[in-house]
């Protein structure tokens, strides 16, 4: 043990600071296509023993890598390879703190798993309404380290929407506890936005202070099948119009990507698979504050409203909490499905919703060119204008061999589409390492010259999760 671990040890007790074993859980990527090697991994059990150890850390001038679920798609929270960095993994630190009913908040910790605190708000008849496919498995600290997105963003809006205020470790060991849960704080610059989305690179979240909602009366889901995707577009609108905040969930799917899930997964039964009038398939959610009823009822005037315009070409409403759990849990085995099929190049992008068409469109056509026989997995929140625009080996290729050689001009080619259509290039993923050297080419010089001003005067030393968004 070299000096620093034996600080460590001594700090959070010698069973959770971790050098030997098999570390995979820590060291590698959820996608596996990367892994590191660290230090140790160290598991503190509060927010005073990580103030301590980011202090010891300081003083070593050994880099700390944040951890919560280690479920980011960037490659954002693992060790580079030079086994020289410190993981500090927050899962020990996962206690609701408090409800606050009268002020609709509640304060978690960092290491509190996304379900477990959706769980902890419905038990006091409240809604958290953070929804992602990952939620049983990631961390509240890391959602709001990646803002993380998911499927009611359109209506509750992103991690950083939820969010009132935080508790975070400085890069010095500093604690700053801003959890008081103000709607209303003017009080100089908004710090909490400031680590909301660093990914760890300007201190550590250790809690959070979120805010929650009402439970609807009612929860009602629908899938249609739409001719095009222009028209998805216009039942948005339509559906925007007729059923105003209600709607709280709008995902887009292409049929090639729902018939991943008919091939790996042919329990769960896609609705209108394989039909010809359905290239698009659309998965609607309407809470209601008044009863199933009027759910009901503002669902199928909607959807008829649809039908009459053209929009739509089949459709079926849930008849109850089973059915829309199948339904939803088709559109979130999406990513698993196209796993199962083989590695692949993703994206996630964000557009504004009336460029989503012509963009599909336009770079549809271009991979086709450029790779005969690519196959195209689209999906995505159409509702936020963020959509997962996926690249898959031609049918029988080799899935490996098809990374290596495309993957780089595959995204050149991507990136460079959405920049033509105004669009960003990570919506809800992040940055991580993967996409640093595309930050320093698609975003404006003014904008990195202040990050890394920022990220100077915040952490000096460089030991906040270094490479990670802006290069080490």
């Known amino acids: 043990m070299t000096p620093l671990l034996d600080t460590l040890a001594a700090l959070v007790g010698p069973a959770h600071v971790i050098t030997d074993g098999d570390l995979c859980a820590w060291e590698q990527d959820w996608r596996r296509r990367v892994r590191g090697k660290a230090l140790a991994v160290v598991r503190p059990a509060n927010t005073q023993q990580v103030a301590a150890v980011v202090q010891a850390c300081a003083a070593a001038g050994t880099a700390i890598v944040p951890q919560g679920g280690n479920t980011g798609l960037t490659v954002g929270s693992i060790p580079d390879a030079s086994g020289t960095q410190i993981v500090l993994a927050l899962t020990r630190m996962n206690a609701v703190r408090s409800i606050d009913a009268d002020n609709l908040t509640l304060t978690a910790e960092a290491g509190c798993i996304l379900h477990n605190l959706q769980a902890a708000a419905h038990d006091a008849g409240l809604l958290f309404p953070l929804s992602l496919a990952a939620q049983g498995s990631c961390t509240i600290g890391g959602n709001l380290g990646t803002n993380a997105g998911g499927t009611q963003v359109l209506r509750y809006g992103n991690a950083r929407e939820l969010c009132l205020g935080l508790e975070v470790v400085t890069p010095q060991g500093q604690c700053w506890d801003g959890l008081r849960g103000l709607r209303k ?14 990914e760890g690179t300007l201190g550590i979240i250790t809690a959070a202070t979120l805010r929650l909602y009402p439970q609807p009366a009612a929860r009602l889901t629908a899938w249609a099948a739409v ?90 409403v849930a008849e109850n909490l089973a059915q829309a759990t199948q339904l939803w849990q088709i559109r979130e085995s999406i990513p698993l499905a196209q796993a199962e099929e083989g590695p692949n190049v993703k994206h996630d992008i964000a557009l504004r919703i009336s460029c989503i068409p012509a963009f599909v469109a336009h770079t549809d056509a271009l991979l086709q060119r450029s790779i005969p026989g690519v196959r195209l997995v689209n999906f995505g929140h159409l509702g936020d204008g963020n959509l997962h625009y996926n690249v898959q080996a031609p049918a029988g290729g080799d899935p490996q ?50 990050m890394r001003a920022i990220k100077q005067a915040l952490d000096p030393q460089g030991i906040m999760n270094p490479g990670r968004v802006l290069r080490a």
Not at 185 to 198: A, C, K, P, V, W
Request: charged fraction near 20%.
């Open 401 to 450: 061999a098809f990374l290596r050689e495309h993957e780089p001009a595959i995204n050149q080619l991507v990136y460079a589409a959405v920049a033509e259509f105004g669009g960003s290039f990570s919506a809800e993923h992040g940055i991580g390492s993967l996409k640093v050297d595309t930050l320093e080419r698609y975003q404006s010089p003014v904008a990195l010259t202040l």
């Open 185 to 198: 704080d003017n009080t100089g610059y908004d710090l909490r936005d400031l680590f909301i989305g660093s």
């Open 227 to 316: 001719p095009a995707l222009e028209q998805a577009v216009a039942l948005l609108g339509l559906a925007r119009q007729r059923l105003a905040a209600g709607l709280t969930g709008f995902e887009v799917m292409g049929q090639f990507a729902l018939s991943l899930v008919g091939k790996r997964m042919p329990q769960l039964r896609v609705p209108f698979l394989g039909e010809r009038n359905a290239p698009w398939c659309v998965l609607l959610e309407n809470c209601d504050s008044e009863s199933e009823e009027h759910a009901r009822a503002g669902f199928e005037a909607l959807l008829q409203a649809a039908f009459e315009a053209g929009c739509v070409s089949n459709a079926v």
